[in-house]
C-alpha cells in the first residue's frame, strides 16, 4: 500500500507563488512515476505536471517554464514550485502517484486528498 498527504497551497496574488507538497508512506519503493493534476472551478481535472522515476519530467503548456516540479526521494515527497502565478491558476491540485501492484507486475494509481490554491488579480 502507499498513502499521499498533501500540504501547502493557499491564497496568494497574481505574480506570487506557492508551494505544493505530497508525502508518500508505505511501500514507496513501487512508486515509478508521480503526478501533479487540477481542477479549475467548473472545470475537468487535467494534468499539469509528471515526473518518471527516472527523472524525466513533462509540464502542460500552461505552466511551462513557471511551474517546477521536484522529487526528493530521501523525504519520499514531490513538490511543485508554483512561481508567476495568475488567476487561471486557481483550483484544487491533486497529486497522484503510479506504482507496481504488489507482485511487481501491474500499476495501481493513488491520489492525495487535494489542497485549494487561489489566485486573486
Known amino acids: 500500500q502507499v498513502q499521499l498527504v498533501q500540504s501547502g497551497g493557499g491564497s496568494v496574488q497574481a505574480g506570487g507563488s506557492l508551494r505544493l507538497s505530497c508525502t508518500a508512506s508505505g511501500e514507496v519503493s513501487r512508486i515509478y512515476e508521480a503526478e501533479w493534476h487540477r481542477e479549475p472551478p467548473g472545470e475537468r481535472r487535467e494534468m499539469v505536471v509528471n515526473?518518471?522515476?527516472?527523472?524525466?519530467?513533462q509540464y502542460e503548456d500552461a505552466v511551462k517554464g513557471r511551474f517546477f516540479a521536484a522529487w526528493d526521494k530521501a523525504k519520499n515527497t514531490v513538490d511543485l514550485q508554483m512561481n508567476n502565478l495568475t488567476p487561471e491558476d486557481t483550483g484544487v491540485y491533486f497529486c497522484r502517484i503510479a506504482a507496481f501492484r504488489d507482485p511487481g507486475l501491474g500499476t495501481f494509481y493513488v491520489w492525495g486528498q487535494g489542497t485549494q490554491v487561489a489566485v486573486s488579480s
Open positions: 515526473i518518471h522515476n527516472s527523472g524525466h519530467t
